[in-house]
């Protein structure tokens, strides 16, 4: 019969911090637009090229206009939601047009007859280049309605 030789128990230690102290550092918080830059790196979609000059053209209609992450989407407001891209359709570029002011704008780009939004589609670079000028425009005139509305109150 084989003899067992007892060893004495180890107490088992949880690994700790290297400092007894030491607090974890939080990284940064990315900024609204680092969101959407990096949303952008990774997106997979084959009219990345164009939602990029889309993206390019409405940050730059006015620069009352800030970019932001919601609806996992890239999206745009000025003291209220203003537009979001629509990512997940793969056949064109859709940007849909939610504050309700958008209604009361006429544009020949500008599809859809909902309650409160409209749709913007661009099916290709030539198309956006197309639709640049137009598209402005109506970010800008959604822009002057809001001030006149905030105005108002």
């Known amino acids: 019969m084989a003899t067992r030789i007892k060893t004495p128990l180890k ?5 700790g911090p290297a400092e007894p102290n030491a607090k974890k550092k939080a990284l940064p918080k ?6 959407v830059a990096s949303y952008m790196l990774e997106l997979k ?3 990345k090229a ?3 000059a889309v993206r390019v053209i409405i940050k730059n209609a006015n620069k009352k206009i ?4 919601k609806w996992k989407a890239p999206s ?4 209220e939601d203003i537009v979001t891209f629509n990512g997940w359709a793969t056949e064109n570029v ?5 504050h ?3 209604v009361k704008i006429e544009s020949p780009i500008l599809e859809g007859n909902y309650p409160t939004r409209r749709m913007v589609y661009f099916t290709g670079m030539d198309d956006v280049k197309k639709k640049k000028k137009e598209l402005k425009n109506v970010l800008n005139q959604l822009v002057g309605l809001i001030d006149t509305n905030n105005e108002k109150k």
């Open 94 to 98: 859709h940007l849909v047009f939610h």
């Open 30 to 35: 990315l900024t609204d637009a680092e969101q």
């Open 100 to 102: 309700p002011g958008i």
């Open 76 to 79: 745009y407001h000025y003291q």
């Open 66 to 69: 800030s970019e932001r992450i």
């Open 50 to 52: 164009e939602m990029e």
């Open 45 to 47: 979609h084959p009219l």
């Open 11 to 15: 107490k088992s230690v949880k690994p």
